[in-house]
Nanobody, 118 residues
Framework: QVQLVESGGGLVQPGGSLRLSCVGS????????MKWYRQAPGKERELVAG????????NYAESVKGRFTISRDNVRNTVYLQMNSLKLEDTAVYYC???????????WGQGTQVTVSS
């Protein structure tokens, strides 16, 4: 059974930090591109960051560049999103997604809520 389980969300003040984790199981994690998306209330889901299968290349949405860092550990089957200097507009449900290389397979996690509020 394929699972992606996110954790690490919560309530944080503006300027604070959080580290999200997403653990994959039931598929060969190291062969999947990993991405983080987010969806704020009333808005469409948007791509936040992505990392290649070996962790060698990363990409970020303009809105989070310089503040967020994506990384992965293929031994622990985990992808991380380190979020620093959080802003009110970062409030959203954050989802991780696994995309198979050269295949149509893709898996989503259930999401974790991040709320930035003073």
């Amino acid at each position: 059974q394929v699972q992606l389980v996110e954790s690490g969300g919560g309530l944080v003040q503006p300027g604070g930090s959080l580290r999200l984790s997403c653990v994959g199981s039931g598929f060969t994690f190291r062969y999947y591109v990993m991405k983080w998306y987010r969806q704020a209330p009333g808005k469409e889901r948007e791509l936040v960051a992505g990392v290649t299968i070996d962790g060698g290349r990363k990409n970020y949405a303009e809105s989070v560049k310089g503040r967020f860092t994506i990384s992965r550990d293929n031994v622990r089957n985990t992808v991380y999103l380190q979020m620093n200097s959080l802003k009110l507009e970062d409030t959203a449900v954050y989802y991780c997604k696994a995309e198979g290389m050269g295949t149509d397979s893709a898996y989503w996690g259930q999401g974790t809520q991040v709320t930035v509020s003073s």
